[in-house]
């Protein structure tokens, strides 16, 4: 076990750069302030010490908003053929959902054809959009597991997704 322990450290230096936030599967979907609460408190508790709960905040927008994963970002893919998208045109379907106000999220890709939401694009590492997110700013700690993610979605009654923002 000795031996094992640089490495544990390193990893754990590693995933501190890391923000772990989550956010409804539904962009739009916004949760009350009690439901909120009762996720953030579950959440808190998943974290390994004070420093990590002192980073931890729920936020509400007006409206819908890029949740990007920073330099995790490794590639974006269409959910219905599996082609890669090149981030000029990510970038630009973006732009023009934006400069309506994300009022739709629904693209045209241009490899099958498909009506899709950017939301349900294929990226790697996760990322989204949302109106609402709990992020916690030094988790001290990697991915939820599948299990505290239901118990998650459990608390605020709506399903998330997590993404790890590296900064
Ligand atoms: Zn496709």
């Given at each position: 076990m000795?031996?094992?322990?640089?490495?544990?450290?390193?990893?754990r230096r590693a995933m501190s750069d890391n923000y772990l936030t989550v956010i409804?599967?539904?962009?739009?979907?916004?949760?009350?302030?009690?439901?909120?609460?009762?996720?953030?408190a579950v959440l808190s508790r998943m974290l390994p010490d004070d420093d990590?709960?002192?980073?931890l905040e729920?936020?509400?927008?007006?409206?819908?908003?890029?949740?990007?994963c920073g330099a995790n970002l490794e590639k974006i893919s269409c959910p219905h053929c599996g082609a890669q998208f090149t981030p000029g045109w990510w970038g630009e379907a973006?732009?023009?959902?934006y400069s309506e106000g994300f009022s739709t999220l629904m693209v045209t890709v241009?490899?099958?054809h498909a009506q899709t939401s950017l939301?349900?694009?294929?990226?790697?590492?996760?990322m989204g959009f949302a109106q609402f997110r709990i992020e916690?700013?030094?988790?001290?700690?990697?991915?939820?597991?599948?299990?505290?993610?239901?118990?998650l979605t459990d608390a605020l009654g709506h399903p998330l997704r997590q993404i790890l923002i590296h900064i």
């Open positions: 000795e031996e094992e322990r640089p490495l544990a450290g390193t990893g409804p599967t539904d962009p739009y979907w916004r949760p009350s302030k009690d439901a909120a609460d009762r996720a953030a990590a709960r002192r980073g729920a936020t509400w927008h007006d409206s819908v908003e890029v949740v990007f973006v732009s023009e959902r241009p490899c099958c939301n349900e694009l294929v990226y790697d590492w996760p916690v700013l030094y988790p001290n700690r990697a991915w939820l597991t599948d299990e505290e993610l239901a118990s």
